[in-house]
């Protein structure tokens, strides 16, 4: 992609893609913040990262996207010091599996330089999560609620092409360390049709960061999902309106730590039900964590004990029709949104 330009890399007639957007946005921020580079296995040209996310952007910047060796803790480990010194890293772990081996830099050195330094440490971990067809226990984890669990760390995982955007680039903004999530499957499954002529960048804000959307507005029940599970729960809503006149609420995190708890219990205010949904397994998870805090602050609110759909409580399997029963599915989500409304 010799020669590449923001005009190149910016949205034009027919569709964007999740990974189109994370693109530009990197793109965007490099123009904008001198101090931003990005750091990965690979992430130069002509591989471009190992879902080509970063594909063009050395060519465009050739100092300020480096390879980095296979060693994940020392590519944390340089970005944490970067940050500390005014630089803002936008790092990319292959898998977000394999921010285990970084785990040591991540939870106590970037979640804790400001409370004993004083010093920002604005650092991005871009960690491409979520099962696919095939991949197996490595390398299709959800990791995020080992890192909402630590105090200092900001946790994102957008689930639409603008949010991907706007949230990787008020991520890069921001001065804490921001761990942002993005679901394998999204990245060329989740399209926006793009405007003649006109970029992202020019595209209507999104919300900031820690404010949860509601993208389907229902009085039956409230749904919660964040990041590749919003889009089976939007299939499982349109399923219920067609099939059996229910009508959900659809709600998107966006933000996992911190959460935004009052845009539920407004919906639970609505509805009087709660269903939460998850790629990941249940125990110690982000559903664990909200149905916690309702019923602790909105019990009241509620008609019908809250109920999860997760994971099932297995390594990830490798054969695709296997791995396909192990996530979450339309078909267990509209299930388990009819026991609960029937309740």
Known sequence: MAGVTAEQLAASVGTTTYLDALRQAMFDALAQWPEAFIYGQDVEDPFGGAFKATKGLSTAYPERVRNAPICEDAMAGLAVGAAIYGARPILEFQFSDFASIAFNQLVNHAATTFYRTGKPCPLVVRLPMGGTAGGGPF?????EAWLTYHPGLIVVAPSSVFDAYHMLKQSIACDDPVMFCENKLLYFHEKEVSEAG?????????????????VREGDACTVVAYSGMVKEVMEAAERLSTRNGILVEVIDLRCLKPLDMQTIYDSLARTGRLVMVNEAWSYGGVGAQVISQVTQHAFHLLDAPPRRVSALETPIPYHPELWRSHRPHARRIVQAIIETVQY
């Open 198 to 214: 006109k970029s992202l960048n020019e595209s209507t804000p999104q919300l900031p960061l820690g404010k949860a959307a509601v």
């Open 139 to 143: 390398h299709c984890q959800s990791p």
